[in-house]
T-cell receptor, first 114, second 111 residues
Framework: KAGVTQTPRYLIKTRGQQVTLSCSPISGHRSVSWYQQTPGQGLQFLFEYFSETQRNKGNFPGRFSGRQFSNSRSEMNVSTLELGDSALYLC?????????????FGPGTRLTVT | GQSLEQPSEVTAVEGAIVQINCTYQTSGFYGLSWYQQHDGGAPTFLSYNALDGLEETGRFSSFLSRSDSYGYLLLQELQMKDSASYFCAVRALYNFNKFYFGSGTKLNVKP
């Protein structure tokens, strides 16, 4: 099976702009989670989608949003970018029910805001 | 709420054994997982404990004690390539099965 893919891998944006990141989960995985990781920080949970519905949301401002399509692919959007949004954004997919403890991560999108 | 505590950094020499602890405060979860992340890379799944006790996978072992709200990852015969960050994580039984990660432990393996 192909792994989780994320596009783009690297992105440079300017403050005030918006950005959309894409994630394609492993085939058959219907749960997709997004995380933000900054240097020295752990994985900060953004949100999780399952069957096109947001199941969970972390403590991030409304500038961070996401969605999931019928084929389980997911996108996250950050509007009005701030310097502090510079981070590695990781997407992870998992199977609910069969192996709920295991997530498969994509390579991430490294976003730099200048 | 849910929280998982790990030491921020651990240093050990090549060939040695190191234990990375994870203490948690959570109510109801499927089990304790461990992930490895090399600098610049994505986290990869290492092991999982659904039940109390020790699980062994090659040089890595993981332990869980639900009664003590405690788990650890044991790495034996350390190699330089084991230098990475290690995260413990749980998936809640309730709260929409949300994932919770510890803050991570950076392991430095020295020759």
């Amino acid at each position: 099976k192909a792994g989780v893919t994320q596009t783009p891998r690297y992105l440079i944006k300017t403050r005030g702009q918006q950005v959309t990141l894409s994630c394609s989960p492993i085939s058959g995985h219907r749960s997709v989670s997004w995380y933000q990781q900054t240097p020295g920080q752990g994985l900060q949970f953004l949100f999780e989608y399952f069957s096109e519905t947001q199941r969970n949301k972390g403590n991030f401002p409304g500038r961070f949003s996401g969605r999931q399509f019928s084929n389980s692919r997911s996108e996250m959007n950050v509007s009005t970018l701030e310097l502090g949004d510079s981070a590695l954004y990781l997407c992870a997919s998992s199977l609910l029910g069969e192996s709920p403890y295991e997530q498969y991560f994509g390579p991430g999108t490294r976003l730099t805001v200048t | 709420g849910q929280s998982l505590e790990q030491p921020s950094e651990v240093t050990a020499v090549e060939g040695a054994i190191v234990q990375i602890n994870c203490t948690y405060q959570t109510s109801g979860f499927y089990g304790l997982s461990w992930y490895q992340q090399h600098d610049g890379g994505a986290p990869t799944f290492l092991s999982y404990n659904a039940l109390d006790g020790l699980e062994e996978t090659g040089r890595f072992s993981s332990f869980l004690s639900r009664s003590d709200s405690y788990g650890y990852l044991l790495l034996q015969e350390l190699q330089m390539k084991d230098s990475a960050s290690y995260f413990c994580a749980v998936r809640a039984l309730y709260n929409f099965n949300k994932f919770y990660f510890g803050s991570g432990t950076k392991l430095n393996v020295k020759p």
